[in-house]
């Protein structure tokens, strides 16, 4: 009895020890996707274990878990190392070199398989209905998909590009989530088989009716609540089948689908950390292969190599294919050929050690995706002041049917993403720039390894040095297509109260003002030269961008003593952002401060009925006209503080105008004049 138990004693108390004692390798990973073991219990780790050798795994508590071993396939450096998991998402795989038994039962519990539908569809699948991609609930990625709620049939489809053969033994699975307060009546998933008709199976009852439909009941709604996973047997479509699309219906209620796959993938999972007994470090890499990728003659792979798993490490160098890299996480990219050679020299400056790891690494054999990829400049602010950050957003959309990392370099700066397929998928990166008071041109560079795919340019210039100008929408360009971002620079307007050589003072009114307002103001000033430039009609939606550049060209043949100045009635009632449509208005100040003795900048009139909706543009008048030092006519409060003052916008009872009446005229000239400084009796 003694000789047995002692043996049992000693191998407990290495793994509770040390979680695994007499090793020479130790491999600690993590289970990538942790919702998927609802559905799939085996799980597979890749390593760069020796052929010969006993191999073993226990979960993050030193309990060993069924497993199976496979030794690397032809030119793979690789093995795979199959467990069985528990509700432990961290493992520790372990390598001895020497010879044992190895327990193989669990070999005939795998069911690998292929993901049909994840997180995307191929850009170039055929669809219909409403698809609804959301992180909530999601079993498998990023997303699930689900439809509208309707209390009737909902469905959404997608053709299966390119089709996929099957054999009669395969299952197709397919993932749902119900809401448990929106239980649909019933689910049904069409599958349709090229040469055949569509097949749908169903579960619930019998609500889903049309003529010829070729229904296969499967049984009741499946539990609310939690994520089932329905089984489709293929062999009742027929045999040897090429799934060419999939259909999902329900029959009112709310159902999300997720991860639909051919047979059942084993769950993946990724090295956290690689130790080799006895050593105080350890040098480790992990790689994913992206492509092969064909772009303007180019036919490549992308190769990101991971160190993170490297143990007692801070500096890390890398010799791949002939080049020198630096770094824990790298990206390069590998010209057309069968396999490459990468090599980690690991080092630990403390104490002055060093680790080599290295790896042949089989690139795959099939035919390279064109790369298609899209870079848009998304709307952004295009008038800004001298020293304020420019925010650009940029837009990255792929209509590829792979995954592709890409880079997004400006100003030597390099941010990374990977971008799914789909303009669903689209990425969205935020961009900033400080302007200075010299122009600066800026680049944005779309890239996939060292390839460049796409370049755009920012242009950075002060509102004097720009001499061209195309507005396209919301957009500044000039005739290149470049992106301009134009700056205010910093001013302060003196007043000069000396006049202008001509016999008359000039008074020059600029803006939306009410028809008769100018006759008025004429008789009171008759030794005056009263001058007025309406802004010219634009087709221009962004009216508040094109009235600034439109004052800037003709500003230098503006001659007044006193520029008046009144807002634009479009550039507000089309909603401009009230920050954009007060840099604009100070670009207008600013372009005419240079060509006048005297400023007077006047506010919205207050919108009628409900004054609040232009407030907020009067408001940011009186501030601007206060930074700058001109004077403000402020019409808002000129009228709000009348009673009843909606009744100067109308001309008929319940329609209001934008600009006042003929009854409301009078208060305007009143309070100009006496803003002016002309009194009463001096009208």
Known sequence: MRKIIIPVLMIFFCLSRTMGICYEIRAKVEIKEKQLKQIQPIARAELPFPRNGYIFVTDKDGLKVQSVYFPAKDKQTRCSVYFKTNKSDIYYVYYLSEERSQDTSLANQIQDGKVLIDDYLNPSARTSGFWFWTTKPSLSGRFSHTGRISSKINSHYTSIVPGEKIKSSDILYQSIFIKGDEAPSEIMIEVQAKGKPSC???????????????????????EAEKWVRLVIPTERIGKDIEITGIGFYNAGGRVYWDYTTIGSPVLETKVIEWRKEGKKISAFFDYDIFGPFTFSD????????????????NTYQWQINGKKYTGSNIFTQIEKKPSIYAKLICFNTENKQSETFSETIVLPDKTPESINLITRIMPHRNVVNTGQIVFIPVQISSLMYSVVPVDILTDNQIQHVKILPGKDNSVMMDLFFKPSENKSMHSIETRVGETIIDSKKVILSSIDDVETKILQGPYIKNENGDTIIVSIPEYKFSLNNSKSNTEKEIYLFIGDIPDGFIEIIKKNLPDVDLRWLKYPESKETYHALSNLFWIKNISENINADTIVLFPSVNSILSRTPVDEWTT??????????????????????????????????????VNLCKKRNIGCFNLYDVYTKITDWERFFSDTKGIYKNLPSSDGIQILTDAFLEMIGITSEKK
């Open 298 to 313: 180019k036919t490549f792979n992308i190769v990101n190599f991971n160190a993170s798993a490297s143990r007692g490490i």
């Open 584 to 621: 604009c208005l100070d670009g207008i100040v600013y372009c005419l401060s240079k060509h006048t003795n005297n400023i007077i900048c006047a506010t919205p009139f207050p919108s009628a009925p409900i004054s609040e909706m232009f407030k907020p543009y009067a408001d940011a008048t």
């Open 200 to 222: 749908y199976f169903s579960w619930g009852l019998d609500v889903i009716k049309w003529k010829n439909l070729r229904k296969i009941s499967m049984g009741q709604i499946p």
